[in-house]
């Protein structure tokens, strides 16, 4: 069988991956600091030749600040009606301060820390280079075992994410032809925990809108005026707690449509990890729910979707006290969504509830703020559930299924641009030090990961 | 009868009233600027002379910025069990802009105007030293004519009110008890209209709060936490929602305790004014009023308590938009009061109301901003009674009753630390451009006041 061939292949070959991926993290590709503009360059160059070397036509393609590598794989393949784009990132996050580092952060090396863990040491280990690499090992092994790959796939990887990815979305909308396939695979996520590996499968998507309402034609004085003019505070609060209801729901009316309840098994998952609102809200200092009642923590904030007040203001702030009646007040509403919600739905249903309670002597004007639907992959997608059979099988463990609270760029860009779905599996965990000294990558999640990806592609075909 | 007499020798000495008022007109007594201080103790001096010339124990009495008038009748009186305080301010507004004003400001003469109507003209004529003199010529008229006063009198003559009255509560604390008599007589009101003399009859009182409210240790993204962390912003606005039921009634516990319904005679008199919302708020750009429902325009502002949210703040409240889920959120909240309204009972009835709503991860504080209680003429005190049907037998017409919606400070002042009643009752008139150029007072209010008051001090007897 092939893929036993395979992992064998990538079991015997990892000290030649970790090579690969050494000879990538002595590369200072440190985006943000024009200074090191060459060694972005030269990370891309070299992500290009090993792909090349494996028979990709692959190219570095310019953008006004660092290229982008593009890589289509044009030889044989097992599914040829099936095509990944697979999304990375060569660049890494600046090193500073570097006193803090207890080795030369572009000097990699294998180190045991506590617990004998084994971890690969060095900038860009976890985030994104060693995630990238064993992707790209995988399909090495892949080629060496079978001669082709088992689905059609394409590579993207910029070299400007740690700084914004500027050029990303117009590099996608002028390419999109080229890269619009049927799933993109992307990497930079992590597993729930140590030995335990997670796909993100729903984003939550964004409605925001500023509501100003006016009343009098100036601020006046409360003794003159007040019980008998009106006060757009008193209006604007009055709408604004209209829209949760004592149980946390928002009250608009087609709020919920379009969001459907977690499958059983998957609520069952993440009750099983024991997140209670207290653990989760206790580093900001809180411990209840403030949320729909009895949903878990969990699902309010990966799965539900909500009614927020980013800011409100009006009349005076300043220290002290003025009785003033104000013209005016405003608020700043934002909604997440989830699912199917329609966000032009929700924000016609949220104007409409202004209109509703405004007094006659009240005026309104909204000023939008960004609307995107939130993303889901459907819990029975063929992609999710090959993906996930191969991480079990790899792992001996089901892949946590996970929600992102909020969004995360490149998925809501593939989403909306190229219009295709994205499946978040990366081997990265919280304890990685991502952006900070010392950053590390766990060698079992480089070598687990790499047999993940394997298995991955060949459930995919 | 002496009130006959004393009426014809206020006709026939009218012009002499004019002479001595014209006197003090041509005073500078702007007591704003410095420039003018001397002559702001010339009128002083000038006012201390005509009560001395009449009898009265007179002295200007030093403070940090302009001396103040005190007098005391010592000599014979009709009914020394009674003693009122009466209250004026003989200093006035600067001029500018001096080429607006078609004569000298300080060069006062009588004039015919629209209608037929004769005004003095000049500044200070309406206020105050016109409302001022017509008091001392109803003392010297009746003194001359009776050879006593009907009451025990003594007048408190300021010259700072034009520059905020910094003097008149230490000096009211520091004379508390030379001062505190019977009733005070405040004199620098107006009629509701020409021909229409008016009483103010009560002030309302003011408890202001500050509150505010802090969930998380730090401002959130509400990616991640949205749905599931205390949002401040959400637990203000329903604690503010709260407070209005949707007829427009506070709805703390208690909140209408002391206040009373208005007597039919009054309401009545109100509603005969014909003043509407739509009248009322028009200037402002209202035209529908935001009080309780089945009361009045008049009412709301003169007669009923309010809450009134003066500011509100919370998150981010610059341009564009941002997801944050702020860590606070704060309101400066205020209460007109009526009545017998107790300011410390709804401040706390306002706390508990909050309290109660506070979800267990929000915390309160609380910042107190004055509390004052409403000041009400009793409906059926006998200083009302006497006066109103004093004037009503100058005037031909009932006094209107009216109420003032904020406070007038030399009221609470006397309620607060003289511990005593006040009676508004002046005749000025709305068109009389105080405070601007071509200052006028109406020749009808100087005469008929004159008359009035001679009368009123007669009645209290």
Redesign the interface.
């Known amino acids: 069988m092939t893929l036993a061939r395979v992992l064998d292949r990538i079991d015997a070959d990892l000290p030649k991956s970790l090579d690969r991926l050494f000879d990538l993290l002595r590369l200072k590709s440190i985006s943000a600091d024009p200074a090191f503009a060459k060694e972005v360059r030269a990370a891309g160059e070299h992500c290009v030749a090993l792909l090349a070397e494996m028979g990709f036509e692959a190219s570095l393609r310019e953008t006004p600040l660092h290229p982008i590598v593009v890589a289509h794989w044009t030889g044989p393949v097992e599914n040829a009606d099936k095509h990944v784009l697979f999304y990375g990132h060569y660049d890494v996050q600046p090193v500073d301060p570097l006193n803090l580092w207890r080795a030369d952060p572009f000097d990699p090396k294998i180190e045991t820390i506590e617990d004998g863990v084994k971890v690969i040491t060095g900038r860009g280990s976890a985030d994104d280079k060693g995630q990238v690499v064993i992707f790209l090992e995988a399909l090495r092994a892949l080629l060496a075992e079978d001669g082709r790959l088992p689905v059609k796939v394409t590579v993207l990887l910029e070299g400007e994410e740690e700084s914004g990815s500027p050029s990303l979305e117009p590099f996608l909308a002028a390419n999109a032809a080229e890269l619009s396939h049927d799933v993109a695979l992307v990497c930079d996520t992590n597993m729930w925990a140590r030995g335990r590996p997670a796909i993100t499968t729903s984003l ?1 998507g ?1 409605v ?1 809108e ?1 509501v100003r309402v006016a ?4 601020d ?12 757009p ?2 209006v ?3 709408i ?3 829209l ?1 209801d004592d149980a946390g729901r928002v009250t608009l009316p087609g709020f919920y449509d379009g969001v459907a309840d977690l499958p059983e098994e998957v609520r069952a998952s993440w009750d099983a990890l024991g997140t209670t ?1 207290e653990t ?2 206790r580093p ?9 009642a009895g949903r878990s ?1 969990l699902e ?2 990966w799965a ?3 009614c ?10 300043g220290d ?7 013209a005016k ?4 509403v ?1 909604f ?1 969504l989830v699912g199917a919600q329609d966000p032009d739905a929700i924000r016609a249903a949220f104007r409409a509830r202004v209109a509703e309670m405004l ?3 009240a005026e309104v004007s909204f000023h939008p ?2 609307g995107s639907p939130g993303f889901s992959m459907p819990f029975d997608s063929p992609w999710l559930t090959g993906a996930r059979e191969a991480l079990a099988e790899e792992w001996g463990i089901p892949a946590l299924l996970i929600g ?4 995360i760029p490149v998925g809501n860009a593939f989403a909306r641009i190229l219009g295709m779905p994205t499946l978040f599996v990366g081997f990265g965990l919280d304890d990685d030090r991502i952006h900070s000294p010392n950053e590390k990558y766990d060698l079992e999640s480089f070598h687990k990961g790499l047999r993940s990806w394997a298995r991955i592609l060949k459930k995919l075909a």
């Not at 009343?215 to 100036?218: F, I, K, L, V, Y």
Request: contains cysteine; charged residues 15%.
């Open positions: 939550r964004l925001g500023e009343c009098s034609n100036r006046l004085h409360s003794g003159i005026f007040g019980g008998a003019a009106w006060n505070i008193r604007l609060t009055k604004l707690a209209s949760h609102a989760f809200l900001v200092g809180l411990k209840t729910a403030a949320g729909e923590i309010q904030v539900r979707p909500t927020e007040f980013n800011g409100i203001t009006g009349g005076y702030t002290g006290f003025k009785t003033v009646l104000p007040a405003s608020a700043k934002s997440r007094p006659p002597d703020h960004g992102s609270g909020g969004s």
